[in-house]
């Protein structure tokens, strides 16, 4: 079943929910970047949740006109008129009053969802059967969805992402520098208007298979994830885009596969799983990584230390440190020099000398600098300067 | 007519009244520490809590739930501060990372497990049940007096007062150290304070608070609760004492008013059942909110030019 699932072998509606799911993914990875990068995350969870009042205001004019009140095109206008509202009300709070945006966020997040879940208990009135569905719009729910709300989230994940490809470079630029994309001549607000937007459309098409209190975690996770593995803007956005793709389309066919795995909660913990798995082993930004360059760093610092109170004949005590210069065939197991241990101390000890020349000469202030204790003199200065340095050391040593 | 007021709604509005009271007071102290949306984390990670309590006793029963949801919320705290850290990730980022996972994976262990014959679902969870904390024995107002009557009061009213006992007496307690650590946390250690403790301990009495009404009231309530009558005594005044006053006025007066125009609001313009009560606590906060920001005599920035 999970099989056929992943191949799209489940019907023509769970290989729509699954591709809608997958550009989705995509979109959202994409968007959030922006967000992510320009340190307002949080915002998208406003955003979404903002758009209960507008759904439910659609389902009550829909049904006031005598329709339905299920048609999802009509439903995700509303939503994406409340979300545009809730969006402004929050940048108002944050520009005119001492409020900081996080504060703007939970206000409006928390009034337009009271809000919603007030009309949500006026549809309930109206008519026993009529608001199922509305539910779904919290948590997602894919089971049961007509072609044609498929067709909408497929059409609407599209187009969120030529819109994107669009408007990618002056977006990189606000996000990644406000300051020099002002300096370039863009209007850094006018862009910033333009991610919002993008970002309510990204929730909008999201809220029928995610749900309007999950796919925040859409819109953030995947970037966290990218932004684990490298260094380069362009290069998050890409692989955030296909991180989110991945979590969404992994998410929907699961889902599809058996019954009671909500769309929305499977996708965000399959994303929860990537961006887990790139904490521990991602390369430099990694827990792995970090602790493997500790350990690192922790051994060339016991070896140093022990080469030089080898050859100040000093007893080593520190156990790591004699296992260490064992390892290395630089003392025996009774802690005595080996010929390459009284070289390789021997060394130490001049370079430690060098140093303490070169660190005293005004001149090599620079190349002073990058003294830690580790450093090999031979990567800072040229063979000539050494023997020039050696040159001091050998009267010093007459002087005494 | 006072009898039926008694019976049905003397209980959820002193409920409602309590847990906004609590929520709003420490509120105060995360607005001006810019960790408002703690309360919104914990609130959401509170499910995952409740459901695993539920899961290992098998029972929807209250202190179990509230372990849960505690160690819910301190499992957060730790994840968002290790994400931080470990990551090198910013707050809001780690945030929203941590309790959208313990929030979706709160839902399918619900959808998972067998709890049909239990009233537990996430419609619950979110807008709680106010109106159904009904005092049966309440036939009066004499009933106050009848300790019979009293020992059948609904278990979240004394739960939710204990609470906001508790609360109020930490913040009373720790009165100067939190305000100066709040306003400047520089000089509170330098005058020997140990500011991570107070800080951690805020964020367990927000937990404590966001737990007991969570339970009562529904998450709604909670995040709006910290937010919103905070922000809006923050408007009305420049010093903390004024504005922790406002912002206890902000909240009884939401909960109160909420209640009322769900509980009534429905029939004057003719409609025949009451909506919720929760939803509409956390509009009327905001409408506050919304008034105080338009009028209020502090609303902006300290040095911002006037009429701009």
């Known amino acids: ?400 | 007519m006072a009898s039926e007021f008694v019976t049905l709604s003397l209980t959820p509005l002193l409920i409602g009244i309590f847990a906004a009271v609590a929520c709003a007071l420490p509120g105060n102290f995360l607005l001006l520490r810019k960790q408002a949306l703690i309360g919104d984390a914990i609130s959401h990670v509170a499910l995952p809590g409740i459901v695993v309590a539920f899961l290992l006793t098998g029972a929807i029963s209250t202190w179990p739930m509230m372990l849960g949801a505690a160690g819910a919320a301190i499992v957060a705290v730790v994840m968002i501060e290790g994400i931080r850290r470990l990551g090198r990730i910013e707050p809001g980022a780690a945030m929203g990372v941590v309790f959208t996972t313990l929030f979706a994976a709160g839902v399918l262990l619900l959808e998972q497990s067998d709890t049909s014959s239990v009233h537990l679902d996430v419609e619950h969870a979110l807008y709680g049940n106010l109106e159904s904390l009904i005092w049966l024995d309440g036939t009066g107002w004499d009933s106050l007096l009848d300790p019979q009557a009293l020992a059948y009061l609904p278990v979240e009213l004394p739960r939710m007062a204990a609470t906001l006992v508790v609360v109020a007496a930490f913040i009373a307690l720790f009165w100067r150290p939190l305000k100066i650590a709040t306003f400047d946390e520089g000089f509170a250690r330098t005058l020997g304070m140990r500011t991570e403790w107070l800080g951690l301990a805020l964020v367990l009495m927000a937990a404590l608070a966001a737990v007991a009404a969570f339970d009562a009231v529904g998450s709604i309530i909670v995040i709006a609760m910290f937010i919103c009558p905070p922000a809006a005594a923050r408007m009305m005044t420049n010093r903390l004492e004024v504005q922790v006053g406002w912002s206890v006025v902000f909240a009884s007066v939401s909960a109160i008013v909420g209640y009322v125009l769900a509980g009534y609001g429905p029939m004057w313009v003719g409609m025949a059942d009451a909506v919720s009560a929760a939803g509409m606590i956390a509009t009327v906060s905001g409408v506050i909110l919304a008034i105080s920001a338009l009028w209020g005599p502090c609303r902006r920035r300290a040095g911002a030019p006037s009429g701009v």
């Open chain 1, 1 to 400: 079943m999970l099989f056929d699932a992943l191949f799209l072998q489940l019907g023509y509606n769970a290989t729509l929910v699954a591709v809608g799911a997958t550009l989705l993914g995509a979109a959202s990875g994409i968007t959030g970047t922006f967000l992510f990068l320009r340190k307002r995350a949080l915002v998208s969870d406003a955003v979404s949740h903002a758009t209960l009042p507008g759904i439910c205001v659609a389902f009550l004019i829909l049904v006031g006109l005598g329709g339905e009140g299920r048609n999802l095109a009509a439903l995700l206008v509303g939503s994406a008129v409340s979300a545009g509202i809730g969006l402004w009300c929050m940048n108002w709070l944050t520009r005119n009053t001492r409020l900081a945006e996080d504060a703007a966020i939970g206000a409006v997040l928390s009034v337009f969802f009271g809000f919603g879940v007030v009309l949500l208990t006026v549809i309930q009135t109206l008519g026993s059967g009529r608001q199922a569905g509305l539910e779904g719009f919290l948590l997602g729910s894919t089971a049961g969805m007509l072609y044609s709300d498929a067709l909408v989230i497929a059409g609407g994940g599209a187009a969120v992402l030529v819109m994107i490809l669009l408007a990618r470079r002056p977006m990189t630029l606000v996000a990644f520098d406000p300051e020099y994309a002002a300096a370039r001549g863009l209007s850094v607000s006018r862009i910033d208007m333009l991610m919002m937007a993008l970002v309510m459309a990204v929730t909008v098409v999201g809220l029928k298979v995610v749900g309007l209190i999950l796919i925040v975690a859409l819109l953030i996770i995947p970037p966290v994830t990218a932004r684990f593995w490298t260094e380069r803007a362009d290069q998050v956005v890409i692989l955030s885009g296909i991180l989110g793709a991945v979590a969404a389309y992994l998410g929907a066919a699961l889902s599809a596969s058996a019954p009671n795995l909500p769309t929305g909660p499977i996708i965000v913990l399959m994303s929860f799983a990537l961006f887990a798995l790139s904490l521990l082993v991602a390369p430099n930004r990694g827990v792995l990584a970090a602790v493997l360059r500790h350990r690192r760093f922790q051994r060339r610092v016991h070896l140093r230390q022990g080469l030089l109170a080898l050859a100040q004949a000093q007893t080593i005590y520190e156990p790591l440190t004699l296992r260490l210069l064992a390892r290395a065939g630089l003392v025996r197991a009774d802690g005595v020099a080996t010929r390459a241990g009284r070289a390789r101390a021997a060394k130490a000890l001049r370079d430690e000398r060098r140093w303490e020349i070169l660190r005293r000469d005004q001149a090599q202030e620079a190349a002073a600098a990058l003294y830690d204790g580790l450093r090999e003199i031979e990567t800072v200065l040229t063979p000539d300067q050494i023997a020039e340095i050696d040159g001091k050391i050998v009267p010093a040593r007459e002087a005494h």
